[in-house]
């Protein structure tokens, strides 16, 4: 048996090798340049062109606005996830009919673009009016709004269904026959166990929808619907100043801001049994 006599003295760390400048270093560093004077001259316009008349005047406008976006993306969000449900699970079917009418709904509305899926709902459905006011649907599908929260609650239906048809065939098909030898049934298995691990897998794949519904939301002015973009097209109408747009940018900038940090916070707190 041996043993150590003398300590090895401390020894100095290693000297640090300095990077070569490549090409993409250098334009990364002109590119993040660039951005940082982009970001100094929108501050300079904002700051230089600042009217406390026209905010005292538009402020409450653009908070209505905020309100009216925010309202119809939850709503939207909320009824496309109920809707998203029957529609993953009949992806997972084995009914061919059912498989198939799934499939052809979401490749439908993943396939084309939202601003023409509200003006089917908005003007499309206006043809069929003695119908609709037969069966009392009319004062539903004349209201720009409505039509509006229509129109994205059966569009992120089907984006919603796929990320949740993708996140329950991620969940290992082990976990299915382990409940099954326990003897637990099929409804309760897939409810207790495959959707829990299905839903935080589908997490992220969810915020990211939800900001590309937030974004997408400003479609609704075109049809008379006052969101966010609407009171800003309404004040542009007035002022004829651009900075009505930089300003409704960067109130959609704070809500996904905002949104983005709260679903980090939420992934974290699902996730946190994961974490070593």
């Known amino acids: 048996m041996s043993y150590a006599e003398t300590l090895i003295p401390p020894q100095p760390a290693p000297r640090a090798v300095a990077k070569p400048m490549t090409a993409a270093r250098l334009g990364g560093y002109i590119l993040v340049a660039f951005w940082a ?8 316009t904002v700051i230089n062109g600042w009217d406390p008349e026209k905010f005292t005047r538009y402020g409450p406008r653009y908070l209505h606005g ?4 925010l309202s119809i993306v939850t709503l939207s969000v909320f009824f496309g996830a109920i809707l998203s449900l029957p529609l993953a699970m009949a992806r997972l079917s084995n009914n061919r009919v059912l498989n198939w009418l799934a499939y052809g709904y979401i490749y439908f509305f993943r396939g084309t673009p939202l601003l023409a899926q509200l003006f089917l709902v908005y003007y499309g459905l206006g043809a069929f009016r003695p119908q609709l006011e037969s069966v009392g649907l009319w004062w539903f599908f004349r209201d720009a ?11 992120t239906a089907a984006y919603q269904a796929e990320i949740l048809r993708g996140a329950i065939e991620s969940v290992p098909y082990g976990q299915r026959e382990a409940a099954a030898a326990l003897g637990i049934h099929k409804t309760i298995a897939f409810r207790k166990i495959i959707l829990p691990q299905a839903f935080i897998v589908a997490l992220r794949p969810y915020g990211n929808e939800i900001i590309l519904l937030i974004k997408g939301s400003a479609v609704v002015a075109i049809i008379t619907v006052l969101d966010l973009m609407g009171e800003t097209r309404y004040a ?7 900075q009505t747009y930089l300003w409704a940018a960067i109130f959609y ?3 996904v801001e905002a949104l983005r940090h709260l679903w980090n916070w939420i992934e974290r707190r699902l996730t946190r049994h994961l974490k070593r």
């Open 253 to 255: 900038l704070a809500i």
């Open 145 to 155: 709004w409505f039509c509006g929260v229509f129109a994205m609650t059966i569009n």
């Open 66 to 69: 905020l309100w009216v976006t």
């Open 236 to 242: 542009f109408s007035r002022t004829f100043d651009y």
């Open 37 to 44: 004077l982009l970001a100094a001259l929108l501050i300079f």
